[in-house]
């Protein structure tokens, strides 16, 4: 090995040690996450309403999603295939933090609101719904790209 190559090689070697490498990174991409509509659950109109049926989403994309209940009905809101394709990152909730790995169900037995922040990891159509209110409209897809 020539003696340029030996220094060029330590240089790399002793820069990537200190964290001269993370200059270049673009950062905690978890951490700028946009916001998606609430998922309101019931209404004046109807108990059985959801606010949004569908959303849009793209892999390596960080996202945070409210869930609101009006506490009209007892709401158990579950996603299984799509809770097993995503990165969670944390639930917050009654000013709460919970960080956990994956996340099986919100249920609202009142009023009351959840954040969801995750970043999707996996592409497909996956199903949201509120268990055993399905058959009345409470349904809508993760379309994530």
């Known amino acids: 090995m020539t003696p340029l190559k030996a220094l060029l090689l330590n240089l790399l070697l002793i820069t990537s040690l200190i964290g001269f490498d ?16 609430d998922l309101v659950l019931g209404s004046e109109a109807s108990d059985y309403s959801m606010s949004q049926t569908e959303y849009q989403l793209e892999t390596g994309k960080a996202y945070q999603l409210k869930v609101i209940s009006n506490g009209q009905k007892e ?19 009654g ?48 379309i994530v790209k």
């Open 75 to 93: 709401y158990a809101v579950q996603a299984p295939e799509f809770a097993q394709s995503i990165y969670l990152r944390k639930v917050e909730a």
């Open 22 to 37: 993370k200059v270049f990174a673009a950062g905690d991409l978890t951490r700028r996450t946009q916001p998606l509509a």
């Open 95 to 142: 000013g709460v933090e919970i960080k956990a790995v994956t996340l099986n169900e919100l249920e609202f037995e009142d009023a009351g609101e959840a954040e969801i922040f995750f970043v999707p990891i996996k592409p497909g159509k996956f199903r949201f719904y509120a268990k055993g209110l399905e058959g009345k409209g409470m349904q809508g897809w993760f």
